[in-house]
T-cell receptor, first 111, second 112 residues
Framework: GESVGLHLPTLSVQEGDNSIINCAYS??????FIWYKQESGKGPQFIID?????DKRQGQRVTVLLNKTVKHLSLQIAATQPGDSAVYFC??????????FGKGITLSVRP | DAGITQSPRHKVTETGTPVTLRCHQT?????MYWYRQDPGHGLRLIHY???????DKGEVSDGYSVSRSKTEDFLLTLESATSSQTSVYFC???????????FGNGTRLTVT
């Protein structure tokens, strides 16, 4: 089966610095990946997605990188702000389109 | 919230009682999902639906049933609640087969 996991449970960054959140997946057939942000008391919020035919995709202040060779993806947040403090999840799916979610990493932004 | 309303937002119930959670969407999306979220487990799929009266089991479906009689509503029923079903339940919708899920704000269920 597929597992999707995050390397570290917590990440603390200084306000204004760039944040990098990493995620590994096990199923080489996975072809679609999503990053979510979850604030306390709310549901996961879609940030950005990427398909396996791409290595990089950029959004507003966020970039997702996909390395299929080592089955790794990362979320980069530029100029991290206090409002970025939350739990971040990666999720991946393969041919059946069922998403498998990682356990989440808590991003804490220091003022 | 992508036009998703979950009700109730909080529920406390006793072991052995039936419980129904409701998910209502205004987006007319075909695909709907129920997940539970527990510490140390991440989000786990309970049941999902491809359309009206078309549902299937997820990875943790035991003790749960679902119904979808209208496109906009997806109900999750715990026939006889157990303490292990204490959790936060999220409904999600999806426009296309391989596109992002959009989540509601969850129902916190406590079974005493």
């Amino acid at each position: 089966g597929e597992s999707v996991g995050l390397h570290l449970p917590t990440l603390s960054v200084q306000e204004g610095d760039n944040s990098i959140i990493n995620c590994a997946y096990s199923n080489s057939a996975s072809d679609y990946f999503i990053w979510y942000k979850q604030e306390s008391g709310k549901g996961p919020q879609f940030i950005i997605d990427i398909r396996s035919n791409m290595d990089k995709r950029q959004g507003q202040r966020v970039t997702v990188l996909l390395n299929k060779t080592v089955k790794h993806l990362s979320l980069q947040i530029a100029a991290t702000q206090p409002g970025d403090s939350a739990v971040y999840f990666c999720a991946g799916s393969g041919a059946n389109s069922k998403l498998t979610f990682g356990k989440g990493i808590t991003l804490s932004v220091r003022p | 919230d992508a036009g998703i309303t979950q009700s109730p937002r909080h529920k406390v119930t006793e072991t052995g009682t039936p419980v129904t959670l409701r998910c209502h969407q205004t987006e007319n999306h075909r695909y709907m999902y129920w997940y539970r979220q527990d510490p140390g487990h991440g989000l786990r799929l309970i049941h999902y639906s491809y359309g009206v009266k078309d549902t299937d089991k997820g990875e943790v479906s035991d003790g749960y049933s679902v119904s979808r009689s209208k496109t906009e509503d997806f109900l999750l029923t715990l026939e006889s609640a157990t303490s292990s079903q204490t959790s936060v339940y999220f409904c999600a919708i999806r426009l296309l087969y391989n596109s992002p899920l959009h989540f509601g704000n969850g129902t916190r269920l406590t079974v005493t």
